[in-house]
């Protein structure tokens, strides 16, 4: 049972505007979400992360932002680039566990 | 310049077969992931191990699935025999720390099964 779902396989975005990435997840034991980065051929790269504490974290063009109550995180790539055409996964955990429970990826495509 | 390692890169075999993918995860991570990356399932976790001993496997398939860490520089998967289902990407990850810590991949071992 996949306890973190990105419901949008692909996404298409002109270059300069923004990027909007949905995550939803189930258990509520989660308090640690990640998004990863996937180029073609090589292994995921960890992108930016948020702690249940916060609502929002921001690191240059990417912000996360964390709505507890909604079970929801997304993730916002402003202004967006060529070179963020990679499919990009959320992940979270909790204390109980150490490993990383992954969305199946959403295939993002910015446009020039 | 600190990664995670897998070998082989790329593997096909014939149904049967047994294989045996590596991983050296970064020196002083103490948590090591295998993951596997389908089309339909994502990226599912097979096994982890943390200070190499294993802590959950509940991921594979145990009646032909094998995972091991001989030494803190070194984790294997072995599929035996090896079956075409089996024919996906497995990613190897290792973290430091606890639950809240990001964990950083190797490129993978992508295994085809004929």
């Known amino acids: 049972d996949q306890q973190v779902k990105q419901n949008s396989p692909s996404l298409s975005v002109q270059e300069g505007r923004i990027s909007i990435l949905n995550c939803d997840y189930t258990n509520s034991m989660f308090d640690y979400f990640l998004w990863y980065k996937k180029y073609p051929a090589e292994g995921p790269t960890f992108l930016i992360s948020i702690s249940s504490i916060k609502d929002k974290n921001e690191d240059g063009r990417f912000t996360v932002f964390l709505n507890k109550s909604a079970k929801h995180l997304s993730l916002h790539i402003v202004p967006s680039q060529p070179g963020d055409s990679a499919v990009y996964f959320c992940?979270?955990?909790?204390?109980?566990?150490?490993?990383?429970?992954f969305g199946k990826g959403t295939s993002l495509l910015v446009t020039p | 310049d600190a990664r995670v390692t897998q070998t082989p890169r790329h593997k096909v075999t014939e149904m049967g077969q047994e294989v045996t993918m590596r991983c050296q995860p970064i020196l002083g991570h103490n948590t090591v992931f295998w993951y596997r990356q389908t089309m339909m399932q994502g990226l599912e976790l097979l096994a982890y191990f943390r200070n190499r001993a294993p802590l959950d496997d509940s991921g594979m398939p145990k009646d032909r699935f094998s995972a091991e860490m001989p030494d803190a520089t070194l984790a294997t998967l072995k599929i035996q025999p090896s079956e075409p289902r089996d024919s996906a990407v497995y990613f190897c990850a290792s973290a430091l720390g606890g639950a809240r810590t990001e964990a950083f991949f190797g490129q993978g071992t992508r295994l085809t099964v004929v």
């Open positions: 992940a979270a955990s909790g204390n109980s566990g150490y490993a990383l429970n």
